[in-house]
């Protein structure tokens, strides 16, 4: 599944995790994606969108 919000385009990003000794090792951040049935042109359509998007209101959620 590809963890990108079909509304504002946010995707995973990547860092580093450094231990308490300074090991230094790859680590992703993931957004908070669900899969919601929302009005799309009048339609009801399941789409991928992040939680802020949902919180906003910048998505309009199909009972």
Known sequence: MARRCDICGKEPQVG???SHSHRISSRRWLPNIRVVRAYIN?????IKVCTRCLRSGKVERAR
């Open 16 to 18: 580093k995790q450094i």
């Open 42 to 46: 009048g339609k009801t359509k399941r």
